[in-house]
């Protein structure tokens, strides 16, 4: 079936440095992959996506690339701020028009 | 654009009653998704429309929970009767089916805790 893995969390970073989120898949076909942002106490925000293998999606200074031969969508900014604290979904969507999300990865950045 | 419009934000009920929740999405949308978030069970998807339409329903935990769409800009969800275990954040959120990738722009859920 369609599956999402995150990896765990807590990650916690200091101010300005490198973030990853890893997020691998498994689909049949060829799903489009997002990565949602939640901030506490909000719903669930659109914050980048790609439709196709080798494309990148970038948003606010976040960037991932659909990796066909390695399933994977791994989220990147290369200087995180306090305020992008939140909890972070990678998902997948096979056409059926649901979401399959993962369990989520919560981001703490300390000043 | 007002977003996705849940209420209430918060709902405080004892066991054994009647709850209901509410959503307008956003208009011109044309699907619409009940989700449900817990620390145990992470996001889950309970029901989606699609034109008004019940397309998936596969999620409903079980007999107590009710979703209906008597148009394109209105959607409750029903627990009855309610049970302690359904505390969690009920999420909705609309879409439009048709643009690819589909995207989904969520409200700002309702928190529900059954004593």
């Known amino acids: 079936g369609n599956s999402v893995t995150q990896m765990e969390g807590p990650v916690t970073l200091s101010e300005e440095a490198f973030l990853t989120i890893n997020c691998t898949y498994t689909a049949t076909g060829y799903p489009s992959l997002f990565w949602y942002v939640q901030y506490p106490g909000e719903g669930l925000q659109l914050l980048l996506k790609?439709?196709?293998?080798?494309d990148k999606g970038s948003n606010k200074g976040f960037e991932a690339t659909y990796r066909k031969e390695t399933t994977s969508f791994h989220l990147e900014k290369g200087s995180v701020q306090v305020s992008d604290s939140a909890v972070y979904f990678c998902a997948l969507d096979t056409g059926f028009q649901k979401l399959v999300f993962g369990t989520g990865t919560r981001l703490l950045v300390s000043p | 654009d007002a977003g996705v419009i849940q209420s209430p934000r918060h709902e405080v009920t004892e066991m054994g009653q009647e709850v209901t929740l509410r959503c307008k999405p956003i208009s011109g949308h044309n699907s619409l998704f009940w989700y449900r978030q817990t620390m145990m069970r992470g996001l889950e998807l309970l029901i989606y429309?699609?034109?008004?339409?019940?397309?998936?329903d596969s999620g409903m935990p079980e007999d107590r929970f009710s979703a209906k769409m008597p148009n394109a800009s209105f959607s409750t969800l029903k627990i009855q009767p309610s049970e302690p275990r359904d505390s969690a954040v009920y999420f909705c959120a609309s879409g439009l089916i048709g643009t690819a990738p589909s995207e989904q722009y969520f409200g700002p859920g309702t928190r529900l805790t059954v004593t």
């Open positions: 790609a439709t196709k293998a080798d």
């Open positions: 429309f699609n034109n008004n339409v019940p397309i998936d």
